[in-house]
């Protein structure tokens, strides 16, 4: 762990870069995954719709309104929740202050056994914790007993508005798609746009993961088009009932 933290000051790559890394790929997954949302939501919706009617206003009111809610919703939603994870951190950052004021000691104690517990021997371990604890103790608890980054805690707005524009551009998609073409071309070209954003967030989604590319393209893909039939069933059957 010295060697890590050395060779980090020294302008190399060390352990901080590597969750740095992580942090931006699973940034980058959650783009992917709302932009997703966006593209399935949006195009259940509006073939949905399309089953009932051919008006073009109908179907931009219904997409639109659509977008607004769903983006909307993530992103309150990912405030909401990334708030709560931030209030957790401070809480627990606020517990470690005071138990370092009142007892460090024992914190020190409690440092070296973990160091320990991640595999280095007693005496390494007593003499990581020690430097670790001179150079700045709340962060080497935070670090290695919490996990916490205290120098970056989770923005819930930074959070909120990347859900906000993530559900938004994948859920333009299928808006377009169902309104600019002409009446008897809307539902052919929505669906295989839908299905090629669907075969692209898939292939993304697994690329960033290092998952099986296949089986995630067609589980996207297929769910997409099983939630766009469903959907073009029901406003179907709704038209025809005059509902």
Known sequence: MSEARSANDDGHPGEPHGRGLGARLNWLRAAVLGANDGV????????GVAG????????????LAGLLAGSLSMAVGEYVSVSTQRDSERAALAKERAELATEPEAELAELTGLLRDRGLTPDLAAEV???LTERDALRAHADVELGIDP????NPWHAATASFTAFTVGAVLPLLAIVLPPSPARLAVTVVAVVVALVLCGWSSARLGEA?????????????ALAMAVTYAVGTLLGAAGA
């Open 40 to 47: 399935v939501s949006i195009a259940g919706l509006v073939v």
């Open 52 to 63: 009932a009617t051919n008006s073009r206003s109908a179907l931009l009111t219904a997409g």
């Open 129 to 131: 914790a020690e430097q």
């Open 151 to 154: 120098q970056a805690l989770t």
């Open 212 to 224: 099986p590319v296949t089986r995630a393209i067609l589980r996207n893909a297929g769910g997409g």
